[in-house]
Nanobody
């Protein structure tokens, strides 16, 4: 089992940057594929990015278009989401998620979730 705690959200102006962090508990962090999802009010949870267990493969939602970068540090049990060129439509609660298998984009297939961190982008 793994527990996830996100941090790094906040208020930023359009065009700015934020770096989200996700701290994971447990000694088997390297066996989990990790992902970021987001959910805006009134909308479904949306896939943002995912990274394989080794960190060798990364995947992004279509809307990212080179603006975000996911990374992980298995020695520190950490996952990061660097977000650049932020837009007002990126405003949402961002969630870190883990599954003990390969990367997949469906939120229903992830077993562990953090509490979320709010990202607000002003125009």
């Amino acid at each position: 089992q793994v527990q996830l705690v996100e941090s790094g959200g906040g208020l930023v102006q359009a065009g700015g940057s934020l770096r989200l962090s996700c701290a994971a508990s447990g000694r088997t962090f390297g066996s989990y594929a990790m992902a970021w999802f987001r959910q805006a009010p009134g909308k479904e949870r949306e896939f943002v990015a995912a990274i394989s267990r080794s960190g060798g493969s990364t995947f992004y939602g279509d809307f990212v278009k080179g603006r975000f970068t996911i990374s992980r540090d298995n020695a520190k049990n950490m996952v990061y989401l660097q977000m650049n060129s932020l837009k007002p439509e990126d405003t949402a609660v961002y969630y870190c998620a883990a599954r003990q298998s390969i990367v997949i984009a469906s939120p229903a297939r992830y077993d562990y979730w953090g509490q979320g961190t709010q990202v607000t982008v002003s125009s």
